[in-house]
């Protein structure tokens, strides 16, 4: 019995494929669109777009061109070829703004670009304009069922741009002891913070901040110490404000203390 139904299992198969073949060979594109249909209703999105891409130009025009425009984007989405279906369904909605599927594919076309980032210790372009295609989704659909979901993917495109900025100006304080690289450093976390005021990593980057200026000052050329001092000390005071109950305080406050020490030796030889 096992036998007879392996049997009928290979033949069903052997007659899928065989069926496939004849409509990639054949002439008739409605043969083709068919075939392509039940592939794409059945998951086989592979082999469905070898068939949508020998049809598509034949259909520009015809009643069937939305549904199979609908088909070939969303395969090749399924796929994971998201830079191809994000712009099929741009196009998509394009070509047929009045579409019920015009707001899902809109959607989906902005989630494209949310899977092309790669990891933050990357390049961030694709970052940045995926959170532009999102922000225009969620700007043309203000009332989506799709709103919650598009924010919560800009949420996290910002937080991998966080991530990225404060991991190169730590990467900078982290080169040390040259002054040019704490001097870097400085700049970098200085910029951070301006640029994310509410950022996640903003308690330690105050911190870095600190302790770069602290060793920028301790280990200056004379003639830039003193300067280098008050503001190690202008950025403890920062710090602590912001952060009086951080597991850095005790550290700082040992900065403070030698940074305050040098300051009191500068003031005496005025």
């Known amino acids: 019995m096992k036998r007879l139904v392996y049997i009928f299992i290979i033949a069903i198969i052997f007659s899928s494929c065989s069926e496939f073949q004849k409509a990639i ?27 949508f891409e020998q049809i598509a130009p034949k259909y520009r025009g015809k009643p069937q061109a939305q549904k199979l425009m609908f088909m070939k984007a969303m395969a090749h989405y399924n796929v994971g070829d998201y830079y191809t279906s994000n712009y099929e369904m741009e196009r998509f909605v394009n070509s047929y703004p009045e579409s019920e599927k015009a707001e899902e594919i809109a959607f989906l076309g902005a989630k494209s670009y949310y899977h092309l980032p790669p990891i933050y210790s990357k390049e961030q372009k694709e970052t940045v304009e995926a959170i532009e295609k999102v922000q225009t989704f969620i700007n043309t659909y203000p009332n989506s069922t799709y709103l919650e979901e ?14 990225k900025a404060y991991e190169i100006a730590k990467q900078y304080h982290t080169l040390g002891p040259h002054n040019r690289d704490f001097e870097a450093a400085i700049k970098a976390f200085d910029n951070f913070i301006l640029d994310y005021p509410g950022a996640t990593h903003k308690e330690k980057a105050m911190f870095y901040r600190l302790d770069s200026a602290y060793k920028l000052a301790v280990n200056s050329v004379e003639y830039k110490k003193k300067e280098r001092i008050n503001t190690a000390i202008e950025y403890y005071y920062s710090f602590k404000n912001r952060f009086a109950s951080s597991e850095f305080i005790e550290k ?7 940074l305050v020490e040098l300051q009191k030796q500068y003031e005496n030889k005025g």
């Open 252 to 258: 700082a406050n040992e900065m403070n203390a030698e």
């Open 25 to 51: 060979k054949s002439e008739d594109i409605a043969v083709k669109f068919s075939m392509g249909t039940e592939l794409y209703d059945a998951g086989k999105y592979r082999k469905a777009l070898r068939l």
């Open 150 to 163: 598009a924010n919560k993917m800009v949420k996290e495109l910002d937080f991998k741009l966080e991530k």
